[in-house]
C-alpha cells in the first residue's frame, strides 16, 4: 500500500477513534449523573467529595489536579459541598496562609453512601463486558492518558 494511503486510513482511523471516544465519554458521564441522580450528586460532586475524603486535609490545587478539573471548578464544587456541610475548611497547621479541605463525618458518611451508588452504577455500566475485556480497557485508557499528560 503507498505511504500516502496508509497515512489517510491512519488519519481516519484516528479520527474515528477520537469521535467514538468522545462520544463514549460524554454517554458515560450522562448514564452515571442519571444513576446518582437519586442520590443528589453529580459526577463532578462525587469525585470531589471522595477526593477530599480518601486524601484527607488536601490544598484546593492539589485536589484540582487529582480529580482532574480546573482549580476554578474545584472551588465552586467544594465551595457548594461546604455550604451543604460536607466539607470543611481548616487551616494548615504547617503554613497558616494555606488552608485546606477535609470531609466532616457527614461527608464521610455520603462520600460512603454516594460511593455504593457509584460503584454499583460502574458495574451495571461496564457489565457488558467480561472482567480481562475491563482490564484491558483500563490498561489502555491509562496509557493514553499518560501519553497525553506527558
Not at 117 to 146: N, V
Request: with cysteine; hydrophobic share 40%; aromatic share 4%.
Amino acid at each position: 500500500m503507498p505511504s500516502s494511503a496508509h497515512d489517510a486510513e491512519s488519519r481516519q482511523r484516528a479520527v474515528a477513534l477520537a469521535d467514538a471516544f468522545g462520544r463514549a465519554g460524554k454517554t458515560l458521564v450522562r448514564a452515571l449523573d442519571e444513576r446518582l441522580g437519586d442520590h443528589g450528586v453529580s459526577t463532578p460532586r462525587s469525585k470531589v467529595l471522595f477526593e477530599v475524603n480518601r486524601c484527607g486535609p488536601v490544598r484546593l490545587t492539589d485536589l484540582a489536579r487529582t480529580v482532574g478539573i480546573t482549580q476554578g471548578t474545584a472551588s465552586t464544587l467544594t465551595d457548594a459541598l461546604v455550604r451543604e456541610g460536607l466539607v470543611e475548611r481548616c487551616a494548615d497547621d504547617s503554613d497558616r496562609r494555606v488552608t485546606l479541605l477535609q470531609t466532616t463525618a457527614t461527608g464521610r458518611r455520603q462520600a460512603e453512601t454516594w460511593a455504593t451508588a457509584y460503584t454499583a452504577a460502574a458495574e451495571e455500566l461496564f457489565g457488558i463486558l467480561s472482567g480481562k475485556e475491563q482490564l484491558a480497557l483500563t490498561e489502555l485508557l491509562q496509557r493514553l492518558a499518560d501519553s497525553i499528560n506527558d
